[in-house]
Nanobody, 128 residues
Framework: QVTLVESGGGLVQTGGSLRLSCAAS????????MGWFRQAPGKAREFVAA????????YYADSVKGRFTISRDNAKNTVYLQMNGLKPEDTAVYYC?????????????????????WGQGTQVTVSS
């Protein structure tokens, strides 16, 4: 089993920045791709960004391209999401997710179904 714990959320003004972290523990050797998703009140969970184990493959939602940067430190079993130029529409609970390298490969790292493990979420609120 893998446990994911997010941190770094908070309240920020429009145009500000936050850096989210997600630390994995447990059977971390089974993890390859990792991603970030978000869910705003009354809306479905949506893809934000994903990164492969090597970091060679990186994916972003169109809504965050050029503003958010995903990265990872495999030695620390941690994935990061640097968020710059935040907007009120970025307000949501942000979830970290991890794919098991032996898990299903029927979808892609941009799909929530791809992931086997999820964190509890961290709130990001952007004030106007």
């Amino acid at each position: 089993q893998v446990t994911l714990v997010e941190s770094g959320g908070g309240l920020v003004q429009t145009g500000g920045s936050l850096r989210l972290s997600c630390a994995a523990s447990g059977r971390t050797l089974s993890i390859d791709d990792m991603g970030w998703f978000r869910q705003a009140p009354g809306k479905a969970r949506e893809f934000v960004a994903a990164i492969t184990y090597s970091g060679a493959g990186i994916y972003y939602a169109d809504s965050v391209k050029g503003r958010f940067t995903i990265s990872r430190d495999n030695a620390k079993n941690t994935v990061y999401l640097q968020m710059n130029g935040l907007k009120p529409e970025d307000t949501a609970v942000y979830y970290c997710a991890a794919h098991d390298r032996f898990g299903s490969r029927r979808t892609s790292p941009t799909s929530a179904v791809w992931y086997d493990y999820w964190g509890q979420g961290t709130q990001v609120t952007v004030s106007s």
